[in-house]
């Protein structure tokens, strides 16, 4: 249904602790556009997006972007961080 109406799944990092690491797998791409957002990995806080990330978080992620970049026309990568 995504790709029929051209709507662009929103693929995430997320912090395990919550659970919602299994968001970081699926990977749904349009042709047109895709949307990845990293929410930042803070369990010591409420918040999970007060986190700056380190170099090391973000390498396991050079190959999944790279593969989704090639499945869609734009790729929009957001960090919702503070820091």
């Known amino acids: 249904m995504l790709k029929h109406y051209n709507i662009a799944a929103v693929i ?11 968001l970081s797998d699926v990977i749904v791409t349009t042709e ?3 949307f ?6 803070n369990t010591k806080s409420h918040y999970w997006y007060d986190y ?3 170099k090391e978080e973000l390498k ?12 869609t026309k734009v790729l929009r990568v957001y960090f919702n961080s503070h820091c």
């Open 60 to 71: 396991p992620w050079v190959e999944k972007v790279s593969q989704i970049r090639k499945q």
């Open 32 to 34: 047109n556009h895709s």
């Open 36 to 41: 990845m957002r990293f929410h930042g990995r």
């Open 52 to 54: 700056l990330y380190f």
């Open 12 to 22: 995430t990092d997320s912090p395990s602790k919550e659970n919602l690491q299994y």
